[in-house]
């Protein structure tokens, strides 16, 4: 963090363009693009490698090898019953010896699919777990971009690893569809997360945060989760359209086409151009932004390159990753803030990825899903400056996680779905929130090691999800109890951050350690108590706590 004039004359400078002008607008939606895209990489395993309805092939019987559905006299002939009372679609019986040994082939119900990953390779039963490492390596890609990418659009420039990662993204999310075999689709598929689902979005999400005004970031930030879902929704369009898996990989794929534009279109940070010395490419931008904007302002390139350029770079306090963990309260609330974007993405993606074992129409199911993160967010926008970040995160976490034991323990399919898209609404709402949450708990000098530490954990749990998903083999309940648990526990633990609406935020250190002492939800809760202590004595008080 530079101070001095240079921040003074950043500042300045960005303060030229307002809030959200038609610049702003323009170059938001080229960002905001990224993001439909990532959500559409992200879930597109959901459709090309999906596992259909499925059993043994029953020798003599699937003479076409196509399913068709048994009645319960067929199927206690050819099926052991498990003690769960299903029949087991993995093993069959030998109707003369009474023996059962498990079947090497399969007939799928093609209602919905026509062929897949799961249907080509056959990832069911004793090789269901292939199917969850290769949705595990895209996640496992993911982490993999946010942690490096990020690195590299700080030290090169956003705009460079924006279009590269888009070029990419294209070329390996066409290649994966014609990948012959596993181990080179697990591979694919890696790279595929590096680049399809964190090589745009992250840049695209820092450099709209870098060129709005502080008014309008927070409704851009929601406004990318909505981008994301959106790319849900057209996962879910297109694999209703596209049954072949090659051709809707292809058309996935080529969804990247929109971003390759972003080479002629899109401009470099400002801000980050400024703060690696090119400030005259700074300075140009904001002049072109101006223009568009109908500013009459004119500004003096020669006179800001003179004054950056002539003033002494001195640096304020630095931190570093170990300083989140090096003192009492910041320790704790690091800790309470990593767990919280661990059971956020392992809900939102356990809930995501679990579509096709709903009853009825997945790709309805899957479409529906994503819609109803879309009011989540407006209403999120809305109440969050209203209620606050701290209530508004733990109610919308604990009730979800309610919501997911419900839908697990309850028999009727269509209640079942409804607490499913409850829940789901639910922690989109508190997925979006630990964006601004996060970034206001910690104080400057390590906010950036605070964001990547609850990204890392975030991108953690999306890759565990699909083995969790696994453990469905034993109880079909034991998954969704897994999410529900954790959720209500980091949304009980959430109470004990302090609130951030409205508060002056944390600089240093020692004001990041001091930044909300005692302030919880029980307090605020009997802050009405406050009112019969004497006035003398509150402001002695609030004079131990600055910054509450």
């Known amino acids: 963090m530079k ?6 004359d950043l500042e300045s ?39 259909p309805e499925f059993r043994c092939e029953i020798p003599d019987y699937d003479v076409n090898k196509t399913h068709t559905h048994l009645n319960e006299t067929l199927l206690s002939r050819y099926f052991p019953i498990m003690e769960s009372g299903y029949h087991d679609k993995c093993t069959l019986m030998n109707s003369t010896t009474n023996s059962t040994y498990k079947c090497t082939s399969f007939v799928f119900d093609t209602t919905y699919y ?4 799961a249907t080509e390779w056959q990832l069911v039963c004793d090789r269901r777990w292939m199917g969850a490492i290769a949705q595990s390596a895209y996640m496992l890609g993911v982490f993999t971009g946010a942690v490096v990418l990020g690195k590299m659009a700080d030290k090169y420039g956003r705009k460079p690893i924006f279009c590269w990662s888009a070029v990419l993204q294209l070329i390996i999310g066409v290649a994966v569809a014609f990948t012959p075999e596993f181990i080179s689709f697990v591979i694919l598929r890696y790279f595929y997360g590096i680049f399809g689902s964190a090589g745009s979005y992250i840049p695209g999400f820092v450099l709209t945060m870098e060129l709005v005004g502080p008014s309008k970031r927070s409704i851009c930030g929601v406004a990318f989760q909505a981008s994301f879902a959106t790319g849900i929704m057209l996962v879910a369009g297109w694999g209703a359209l596209i049954k072949d898996r090659q051709v809707l990989q292809i058309v996935y794929g080529c969804h990247a086409l929109i971003l390759i534009g972003h080479i002629w279109l899109m401009d470099e940070s400002p801000r980050w151009l400024w703060s690696n010395g090119r400030i005259r490419q700074s300075v140009e931008i904001v002049k072109k932004a101006l223009k568009m904007n109908g500013s009459t302002i004119n500004l003096d390139t020669a006179d800001f390159v003179s004054k950056g350029m002539a003033e002494e770079r001195t640096n304020n306090e630095s931190g570093s990753i170990g300083d989140l963990f090096r003192t009492p309260n910041l320790r704790k609330r690091t800790l309470n803030v990593m767990l919280c974007w661990f059971a956020n993405s392992l809900v939102y993606y356990g809930l995501s990825l679990g579509t096709n074992s709903l009853e009825g129409n997945p790709f309805l199911n899957m479409f529906v899903m994503a819609v109803v993160e879309l009011p989540s967010y407006g209403i999120t926008v809305y109440l969050m400056d209203k209620l606050g970040r701290r209530s508004l995160t733990s109610v919308d976490m604990i009730v979800g996680g309610v919501c997911c034991i419900l839908s697990a323990n309850l028999t009727t399919g269509a209640a079942s779905l409804t607490f499913m898209f409850i829940g789901k609404f639910l922690i989109a709402s508190s997925f979006a929130l630990i964006f601004n949450f996060s970034a206001e708990l910690f104080p400057t000098v390590v906010r950036s090691f605070a964001m990547g530490l609850g990204s890392m954990c975030a991108r953690t749990s999306g890759a565990l999800t699909p083995l969790i998903s696994l453990l469905d083999s034993f109880d079909p309940k034991i998954p969704a109890m897994i999410f529900a648990v954790i959720s209500i526990i980091s949304g009980f633990l959430v109470m004990f951050l302090p609130e951030t609406l409205n508060k002056p935020l944390p600089q240093t250190l020692q004001e990041g350690e001091t930044f909300g002492l005692g302030d919880t939800m029980f307090a605020s809760l009997c802050s009405k108590k406050r009112s019969m202590v004497p006035k003398t004595k509150q402001i002695e008080a609030e004079q131990m706590q600055p910054l509450r």
């Open 13 to 51: 400078l960005m303060g030229t363009l307002g809030d959200f002008g038609k610049y702003q607008a323009w170059q938001f939606f080229l960002h905001i693009l990224s993001a439909l895209t990532a959500g559409l990489n992200m879930l597109s395993l959901v459709t090309v490698g999906a596992v």
């Open 3 to 8: 101070k001095g004039n240079e921040l003074h």
């Open 114 to 117: 026509g062929n897949t990953r």
